[in-house]
């Protein structure tokens, strides 16, 4: 048995030394790619194609998910030589945020922590980071409108999306949930694990809860009191030292939060893509009807439709609309002109390749 497992791992040691060549060997080739391609390094189209090719590839015994981690991880690495890119998030460390720019740019980024949406954004656009990742959506809770205002008024462009399945938890200084007299999350946490906490905190009317501005800064301020406990993600417990009491405690099992890439980029046609656009239009019987008539008549799916206040009226407001396809497909370009002749105003936020 003991020979049988040597040569298990001599060959093992074997495929570890060729992989070695075939990764810095591909680094190599990044690397002269780099030096064509003007200084652009993200090329969100391509990076999604071979991820993709990848997983139609693959044979097992892998799963798709640990390969498209790997594989971004590789990539990530490659990009890294290039130029390092820094990505600002809604901060501090150890929130959902933090997760979704690992999961879409790898770990090897530079980061930046924001303390709000506004930040975010407003350090994409002075160009102290080259993209940003905020949050636009929850399957349980709906929109995040500050994200969708801004959207509104930025110049910025919509590079990419990210889907991460969100798994709440809940820490503590200690175990022991009879010493909870009080609850730090955000808002949209506690909404997520309402049912959880009624059902195994009898006494869940007697303790504080807390709104938090993120989810680690909840973990941040339970980790100073002792009686205290946060719902957070599970990397938070890590970074501020606490103990997990209980994991999975969203009410949701599916529960999945969805992010925006924002930057200044143009991104091509993937082959699987969305296009988000924003519009308004008069106020007046059947209007939204006729607004939206092209998009049946080209054939073009619409994944998403949101209204907010346009802030410019009262009563006034604007449409976010996601469709299925890239401006630049000759269905979704046709739609998208008779779209602009009928709506009062029109805005492509910007076409970019669909979650993995």
Not at 296 to 325: C, H, N
Request: a neutral charge; hydrophobic letters at 40%.
């Amino acid at each position: 048995m003991t020979e049988q497992l040597k040569q298990l791992r001599d060959k093992i040691d074997a495929i570890d030394n060729e992989l070695l060549k075939l990764i810095n060997a591909r680094a190599a080739l990044a690397q002269e790619i780099g030096r064509r391609k003007n200084g652009v390094t993200y090329r969100p189209e391509r990076e999604s194609q071979v991820l993709t090719r990848l997983q139609q590839s693959n044979s097992g015994p892998l799963t798709s998910e640990r390969v498209t981690q790997l594989f971004t991880e590789i990539i990530s690495a490659c990009r890294a030589m290039e130029e390092p890119l820094t990505i600002a998030y809604l901060g501090p460390q150890g929130t959902f945020s933090e997760e979704a720019v690992t999961k879409r740019f790898g770990n090897t980024v530079l980061t930046l922590a924001c303390h709000t949406i506004d930040d975010v954004f407003r350090e994409v656009e002075s160009g102290s980071a080259h993209y940003g990742v905020v949050p636009v959506e929850n399957s349980t809770e709906g929109a995040v409108g500050r994200t969708m205002d801004l959207l509104l008024q930025t110049p910025l462009t919509v590079c990419g999306e990210i889907e991460l399945a969100v798994h709440q938890y809940l820490m503590a200084q200690q175990s022991d949930l009879a010493a909870i007299q009080k609850i730090y999350s955000h808002p949209q946490s506690f909404a997520q694990c309402l049912g959880w906490l009624k059902t195994h905190l009898p006494n869940l009317q007697t303790i504080a809860r807390i709104d938090a501005a993120s989810n680690a800064d909840a973990a941040s301020r339970a980790a100073t009191d002792q009686n205290a406990a946060a719902i957070a993600g599970k990397k938070a417990a890590a970074v501020f030292g606490l103990t997990i009491c209980a994991k999975n405690i969203e009410d949701e099992p599916n529960n999945t939060t969805r992010f925006l890439v924002i930057g200044t980029q143009q991104v091509s046609v993937s082959g699987k893509d969305k296009t988000s656009i924003v519009l308004s239009t008069s106020n007046r019987p059947g209007a939204i009807h006729e607004l939206l008539a092209p998009l049946a008549r080209y054939q073009v799916s619409m994944t998403r439709l949101e209204s907010r206040p346009s802030r410019k009226g009262l009563w006034e407001y604007v449409f976010f609309i996601d469709i299925e396809g890239h401006q630049e497909n000759e269905n979704i370009a046709k739609a998208l002109e008779e779209l602009r002749s009928k709506a009062t105003f029109l805005k492509i936020l910007g076409s970019y390749p669909a979650a993995q």
